[in-house]
């Protein structure tokens, strides 16, 4: 399997506009989540899915963002409309249900919001 | 952090030392996981301790887990230069798997 694999890598674009970031998790495994990492505020759950329900959606900050998840095997993390603030490096990741509980996570997003 | 905080937040010490950085949360968990990241690269994970340990090893990691404080420390010994890099605890629990601020190690030569 190549892993996690998330697209973009990179990102620019300007205040107002939407961005959609896309990901593929690990074929077989149960559980997706999205963060967001900062310097400020470090690395923040956005939300997770298990088989492909959204269980926790508490960490998304506000209504621009939104987050699905039609099938197994893709994932996107929609902002609209896009701010400054909301630069950061977005990582998708995913684990099994069953043993080892250890995520994978994708090399990330950078986005910037101009 | 979401879920807690970890010391230092950075660390430089010479290579072949130890290295310790500690964690705390502040909720139940199922277990407690240690990640790390080279930088502009995404999380690697580490090690894992469950709630019901107290300690693991693994190579030159060692974890520790105390459930009472709500902490754990990570050790790494005889460190290299290849060590260089951020590390994170992650707690995994009903509320999804949320980390720490990390502490930013740097091993010098």
């Known amino acids: 399997d190549a892993g996690v694999i998330q697209s973009p890598r990179h990102e620019v674009t300007e205040m107002g506009q939407e961005v959609t970031l896309r990901c593929k998790p690990i074929s077989g495994h149960d559980y997706l989540f999205w963060y967001r990492q900062t310097m400020m505020r470090g690395l923040e759950l956005l939300i997770y899915?298990?088989?492909?329900?959204?269980?926790?959606d508490s960490g998304m900050p506000e209504d621009r963002f939104s987050a699905k998840m039609p099938n197994a095997s893709f994932s996107t993390l929609k902002i609209q409309p896009s701010e400054p603030r909301d630069s950061a490096v977005y990582f998708c990741?995913?684990?099994?249900?069953?043993?080892?509980?250890?995520?994978?996570f994708g090399q990330g997003t950078r986005l910037t919001v101009v | 952090s979401q879920q807690g905080e970890e010391d230092p937040q950075a660390l430089s010490i010479q290579e072949g030392e130890n290295a310790t950085m500690n964690c705390s949360y502040k909720?139940?968990?199922?277990?407690l996981q240690w990640y790390r990241q080279n930088s502009g690269r995404g999380l690697v994970h580490l090690i894992l301790i469950r709630s019901n340990e107290r300690e693991k090893h693994s190579g030159r990691l060692r974890v520790t887990l105390d459930t009472s404080k709500k902490s754990s420390s990570l050790l790494i010994t005889a460190s290299r230069a290849a060590d260089t890099a951020s590390y994170f605890c992650a707690t995994v629990s009903p509320n999804g798997m949320r980390f720490g601020a990390g502490t930013r190690l740097t091993v010098k030569p």
């Open positions: 990741a995913s684990r099994t249900g069953t043993g080892v509980p250890e995520a994978f």
């Open positions: 909720t139940s968990i199922n277990n």
């Open positions: 899915f298990n088989n492909n329900v959204p269980i926790d």
